[in-house]
Each structure stands twice: as C-alpha cells, then as structure tokens.
C-alpha cells in the first residue's frame, strides 16, 4: 500500500537516495548575521483572520516527513519554521502556512510546495529539499489533513464541507502564495527575486489552479503529473474496477503484467530502435486479443489467459465509455501497470473481488454518494455514467482545474512547465495532452503556446515516476532558467529506466515532438536520439 502513494508523492524524495531538484543557476546568497527567528506582523490575506501565529529555529540536519507517506532529506543547513494559522470567518475552518525560511546562503528566491492525494501540502520532506537548495519554501495543509484523511469530507449532517473544499481546491494555495512571501520580505528585509510553485500530482492540479485563477502568484510553475481535470479524472479511475465487477473476471497481477509487457513489445519500435522504450503511446494498437489462449506463470502455477481477460483489459485501455458507447475520457495508458487501479484479491474461500484505489473510491462514496459505506461493486456501467456526470455537475466549477484559458499567467509573464510518465497509472495521460491541446487553441497555436507552457512525456515511467521512482529530471533548474534567464527548454534532460531495467539517458522532447533513434549511436546516450513531430502534425 505504501509504494501505491508513495508514487503519488508531491514532486520531492522520500528517501534520500532520489533526485533532488537543484535549480542551481546563480543563487544570491544572504549576507550578514541570521535574522532573528520570530512571527512577524504581516497583514492576513483578503478573506481571512490569523488565529496563531509561532516561530521555531529548527537546527536543521535530517528531516523526517510526517504523516504515512514519511521519507526523509539529509544535511538540511538550519532554519526558521514559522508557522500561521487562518480561518475564514464564519466557515469555522482552521488552515496551517508553514514557512522554513534558511539562516544562511538564502537564494533570494522562494518556493511553494503542492500536495498528495488527499493532503494539500508537504510533510516536511519537500520543505526540506527546498531549504536544502537554498530557497525560503511554504507550505499549507488547507485545514484537510494527511494523504489519506477524508474524516473532513463530510459534516455532521451528511453533507460535503464545502469550505474546506474550497480550501483544497484552490484558495488555501493563494492564501500561502500572499503569506509566505510577506514572511519572507519581513523575516530578510527584501522581497525575493523569483517565485515558484512545485507539485506533483495533487501538487500538480494546485500548480495549473494557480495559473488559471491566480496569476500573478507566481513567476514559475512546476507542475508534474498534474491531477487536473480532477471532477472527470478521479471518476475515470474508478473505471477499470467497474469493468472488471461487471464482467465478473479479475485478471491477477501477473496476468496485467504479461498484457503490459506484450504491447511494450510490439510497439518498441516505433521509434525505430528496440530499446525497452515506447516513445509515443498513442501510436501503440496492440490488440490484447492476441494473447488469448497463452499461458502464464503465476505463483509457481500456471495461468491461461481467457478472452474474458482480454476483454477486461481492452475496456480499460480504452477507457470508460457510455452504455451507448459516447467516450467519456481516456484509460489506463499501454504500458502502465494495470494492477495500480485494477487491483483485487482472493478470500480463502476461493471469491475473489476488486480492491479500489483510494482516491477514486473516496470520491464517489463521500462526494458523490455521501455514504461512507456505499458498496462500489454494485457500481454498473450505467451507474457510472452517472456518477461521471454527476461529479462534473457538482464539482467541475469548484476543483475541475481544466480552464484553458491561461491568457491572464501569459500575460504577466509566467512560465509553466510539467511532464508526465507515458506509463501512468493514476492520471491517464492523455487527460494532460488534451488540457495542453485546448490551450493552443485558446492561445492561438502552438509556438505562441510554448511562449509559456511547455509539456515533456517520459517513456516507461510511473506517476511522478521522474522524482526519483522510474529516473529522474530536474524541472525545476529548467523552469529557472526559463524564469531567470529566457532560455526556453526545448528538451528536458533525464534519466529513463526502460523495460529491461536499464538506466538510459533520454532528452524529453516538448510535446508534439518525440524523440527518434538517429540510426547510429549507443542508444543508452541522449545524443543518439533527436526530437521530430510525429505523424499527423
């Protein structure tokens, strides 16, 4: 259960062995004697009250993420925590706004850290990482709790909190934007120089939220993996349980596992080298079909894979549809592991029945049908029809984060930039392609739409694959460079790990591009490969 969330983290290690961004170009230290670590008086944001306020010179060393998700960053130099706590009168809410703010070798700049899951904010792990690379950094628990903490959902008479879900959703992340930077001008005496938002998955939709309704927030947005589209998405992956009850087959996880690794087989060499690497997705047409009959070895036993199997995993790569059969949003992509949101299990008496990722199964019990113990597996094809279009009615306006219009962050001269792995599990990747095509069209094209907005995809890798999971990028040294400097990034330097296990190195190509074998070279070095538009644009 762990490693599940674990890959829903909000950009940043959890152990101290993975990546961390370094955005490194040109920092400005402090000079002088530290600032005294104290609260200091700032105005509360629009809207809101101060209910506490408290100051704590931390000794730095290594930190230890709180709360189920854990990890730890080490060598973290000392620092002031300050921390505030706010309420919107008359919704009885309670927000936290911590602030790590470095006694020494400040940067001058500052970044905000996003969520996971159910959690708006960081444990610690990625303050740490933030104070580590010399930035002042802010986080917010909105008022909503741990990864998995949903006991806020709904109040005492069976009906959604619709102020801490306004607080999840968006205006929790404004509020930290304005409070933590007037932290920073109090505690240093100056402003920063630059302003950045980093997050991925939950972390990743509260970095577009910024962009869409807070514009000005923030010079730079990191937003990775990005749970945008939320009212539509978080249905969508409830889908492959609702096939697999329906059609009454679950495939076990070595049976997903051999449908994977049969269409990352056929479609390797789309990019015309047989490297372990399925560089456009979307071009893969592998039918599952043509595993029907093959025997797999599962426990020490042996397994034949039923067209009832092909059937389930066809409908789940296609993703959900309408009993009439109107598509209503994309699968799991070919290639990710199925077992993440297809997941089951066997009783002993031999019944063996769907296990639901939590983050699907809560919203449609708490927001959906505010019953914490409605059983998902009575859930039909119709039924979920209508779930899906209830959360849109309900909750598009509120947490959708799917607005293309981006003209306002265009304007004020920030710069967004995200990737996504090609094979994730939990956000179907194809939900961020279509956002960033709907853009375009509201920008007026692609070249003014990479002015300011850049997508990377990765090969093979898993949500929020690239902090450290499934290889590794630094987004953020590109997005400051960006930021800093104007220098575009036309790929995104990583390292990959593809089906053999391998540590490859591979330039992500800004979306349309993808990247092609040069037809010489060794294929483990990015320079072998180069950027071209596929097919049809």
Same mark, same amino acid.
């Given at each position: 259960m762990k490693r599940v969330l674990t890959v829903l983290a909000a950009g940043v290690p959890l152990v101290a062995a993975v990546c961390l961004p370094t955005a490194s170009a040109e920092p400005r230290p402090s000079a002088g004697a530290p600032p005294a670590c104290t609260a200091p008086a700032v105005q509360a944001p629009p809207g809101t009250e101060v209910v506490s306020a408290a100051a704590d010179s931390r000794a730095g060393g290594t930190i230890h993420g709180a709360g189920y998700l854990g990890g730890e960053v080490p060598d973290v130099p000392a620092f002031c925590e300050v921390t505030f706590t706010l309420t919107h009168p008359g919704d009885g809410d309670h927000a936290t706004v911590r602030t790590w703010l470095p006694l020494t070798a400040w940067n001058g700049r500052f970044q905000a850290v996003g969520g996971t899951a159910f959690s708006a904010g960081d444990n610690g792990v990625g303050l740490g990482a933030a104070v580590k690379n010399g930035y002042a950094a802010t986080t917010t628990d909105a008022g909503v709790g741990d990864?998995?903490?949903?006991?806020?959902?709904?109040?005492?008479?069976?009906?959604?909190?619709?102020?801490?879900?306004?607080?999840?959703? $968006?205006?929790?992340?404004?509020?930290?934007? +304005?409070?933590?930077? !007037?932290? *920073?001008?109090?505690? &240093?005496?100056?402003?920063?120089?630059?302003?950045?938002?980093?997050?991925?998955?939950?972390?990743?939709?509260e970095g577009y939220m910024e962009a869409e309704r807070y514009p000005d927030d923030y010079d730079g947005i990191l937003a990775d993996a990005p749970a945008i589209n939320w009212d539509k998405y978080v249905v969508a992956t409830l889908w492959p349980q609702v096939v697999m009850n329906n059609e009454r087959t679950y495939p076990t996880d070595c049976e997903f596992k051999a449908f994977t690794d049969a269409a990352v087989t056929a479609c390797d060499k789309l990019d015309?080298?047989? =490297?372990?690497? *399925?560089?456009?997705?979307?071009?893969?047409?592998?039918?599952?079909?043509?595993? +029907?009959?093959?025997?797999?070895?599962?426990?020490?036993?042996?397994?034949?894979?039923?067209?009832? =199997?092909?059937?389930? *995993?066809?409908?789940?790569?296609?993703?959900?549809?309408?009993?009439?059969?109107?598509?209503?949003?994309?699968?799991?992509?070919?290639? !990710? %592991?199925?077992?993440?949101?297809?997941?089951?299990?066997? =009783?002993? %008496?031999?019944?063996?029945?769907?296990?639901?990722?939590?983050?699907?199964?809560?919203?449609?019990?708490?927001?959906?049908?505010?019953?914490?113990?409605?059983?998902?597996?009575?859930?039909?094809?119709?039924?979920?029809?209508?779930?899906?279009?209830?959360?849109?009615?309900? &909750?598009?306006? +509120?947490?959708?984060?799917?607005?293309? %219009?981006?003209?306002?962050?265009?304007? $004020?001269?920030?710069?967004? +930039?995200?990737?996504?792995?090609?094979?994730?599990? &939990?956000?179907?990747?194809?939900?961020?392609?279509?956002?960033?095509?709907?853009?375009?069209?509201?920008?007026?094209?692609?070249?003014?739409? =990479?002015?300011?907005?850049?997508?990377?995809?990765?090969?093979?890798?898993?949500?929020?694959?690239?902090d450290g999971l499934d290889g590794s990028a630094d987004g953020l040294a590109a997005l400051t460079g960006w930021v800093e400097h104007g220098k575009a990034p036309a790929t995104l330097p990583a390292v990959l790990i593809n089906a053999g296990g391998e540590r490859v190195e591979r330039d992500l190509c800004a979306y349309p591009g993808v990247s092609r074998y040069k037809g010489e070279g060794d294929p483990a070095l990015a320079s072998s490969f180069r950027c071209v538009l596929p097919p049809g644009h």
């Open positions: 990864v998995l903490d949903t006991g806020w959902v709904l109040n005492g008479k069976g009906q959604v909190n619709t102020a801490l879900l306004k607080n999840f959703a $968006s205006r929790s992340q404004h509020e930290a934007a +304005i409070l933590g930077k !007037a932290v *920073v001008n109090s505690f &240093y005496g100056k402003r920063a120089a630059f302003s950045y938002f980093t997050g991925c998955s939950t972390g990743g939709r015309g080298l047989k =490297d372990g690497l *399925v560089d456009d997705v979307s071009r893969c047409d592998f039918d599952p079909r043509r595993l +029907i009959g093959t025997k797999v070895t599962c426990d020490g036993g042996k397994l034949t894979i039923t067209a009832a =199997d092909a059937e389930v *995993v066809r409908k789940i790569w296609d993703g959900p549809r309408t009993a009439s059969g109107r598509k209503l949003w994309s699968g799991v992509p070919i290639g !990710a %592991d199925l077992s993440g949101l297809a997941g089951s299990t066997t =009783d002993t %008496d031999g019944t063996t029945k769907g296990v639901p990722f939590q983050v699907p199964a809560a919203w449609t019990q708490l927001f959906l049908k505010k019953d914490p113990s409605f059983d998902l597996s009575t859930i039909t094809y119709r039924d979920f029809t209508t779930l899906f279009e209830q959360s849109e009615a309900e &909750y598009g306006k +509120i947490i959708g984060t799917g607005d293309p %219009d981006l003209s306002a962050f265009r304007k $004020s001269g920030g710069k967004l +930039i995200t990737w996504q792995g090609s094979a994730d599990q &939990y956000i179907p990747t194809q939900g961020t392609v279509r956002y960033r095509t709907r853009v375009e069209r509201e920008t007026g094209g692609s070249s003014r739409t =990479d002015g300011f907005y850049r997508l990377f995809l990765a090969p093979n890798t898993a949500h929020c694959g690239l």
